[in-house]
Nanobody, 124 residues
Framework: QVHLVESGGGLARPGGSLRLSCAAS????????MGWYRQAPEAPYDQREF??????????MYGNSAKGRFTISRDDAGNTVYLQMNNLKPGDTATYYCNAKVLGPDGSLNDVAWGQGTLVTVSS
């Protein structure tokens, strides 16, 4: 099993920055990617928006909300990923969930773990 623990959420002003961390533990050798999704306060459970991800090979993948403002990186061991969020907007207010995926037999990326979520609030 894979266990994900997020940290770094909180309150930021519009135009400010926050950095989220996600540490993975357990059986992580076969992870294909790690990344972040978010769920707005009023959104239902099944409407998590993909924000950003990074593959085991180091390729970054961006959702529409992340382009130009958010970046993702990871430590040398590949166990921890970081989401750097700049120029934050009130619309970025959401619970951010770390996600890990493995490569399925058909070549698709399949969810294998979710973190517990960390709340980011952008408000003046």
């Amino acid at each position: 099993q894979v266990h994900l623990v997020e940290s770094g959420g909180g309150l930021a002003r519009p135009g400010g920055s926050l950095r989220l961390s996600c540490a993975a533990s357990g059986i992580i050798d076969n992870l294909a990617s790690m990344g972040w999704y978010r769920q707005a306060p009023e959104a239902p459970y099944d409407q998590r928006e993909f924000v950003i991800g990074i593959t085991v090979g180091g390729t970054s993948m961006y959702g529409n909300s992340a382009k130009g403002r958010f970046t993702i990186s990871r430590d040398d061991a590949g166990n921890t990923v970081y989401l750097q969020m700049n120029n934050l907007k009130p619309g970025d207010t959401a619970t951010y969930y770390c996600n890990a995926k493995v490569l399925g037999p058909d070549g698709s990326l399949n969810d294998v773990a979710w973190g517990q979520g960390t709340l980011v609030t952008v408000s003046s």
